[in-house]
Nanobody, 116 residues
Framework: QVQLAESGGGLAQAGGSLSVSCAASGRTFTNFAMGWFRQAPGKEREFVAAVRWSGGVKYYKDSVQGRFAISRDHANNRVYLHMNNLKPEDTAVYYC?????????RGQGTQVTVSS
């Protein structure tokens, strides 16, 4: 059974930093992309960042480019999102995702709250 378990997040002031981590288990993730989506109250779920598990190519939402950094740890099957210069509009539940052409897995989410 595939599991994506998020941890981290929490509360930060604007301009501060937080990190979220995702522990993936239950299968191999070759040919998968792994990354983060977020959903703020009353808003649609949106893409934040992703990294190809093989090859390491990274993708970012325009508004987080230069502030957020995604990384992966093959040995421990983990994906991280380091968030710097946080803004109140970054407040959301952050979900870890792993997807391929055939599969799409999602974690339970972790709250990130940024106060102004």
């Amino acid at each position: 059974q595939v599991q994506l378990a998020e941890s981290g997040g929490g509360l930060a002031q604007a301009g501060g930093s937080l990190s979220v981590s995702c522990a993936a288990s239950g299968r191999t993730f070759t040919n998968f992309a792994m990354g983060w989506f977020r959903q703020a109250p009353g808003k649609e779920r949106e893409f934040v960042a992703a990294v190809r598990w093989s090859g390491g190519v990274k993708y970012y939402k325009d508004s987080v480019q230069g502030r957020f950094a995604i990384s992966r740890d093959h040995a421990n099957n983990r994906v991280y999102l380091h968030m710097n210069n946080l803004k109140p509009e970054d407040t959301a539940v952050y979900y870890c995702n792993a997807w391929s052409a055939k599969y799409d897995y999602r974690g339970q989410g972790t709250q990130v709250t940024v106060s102004s």
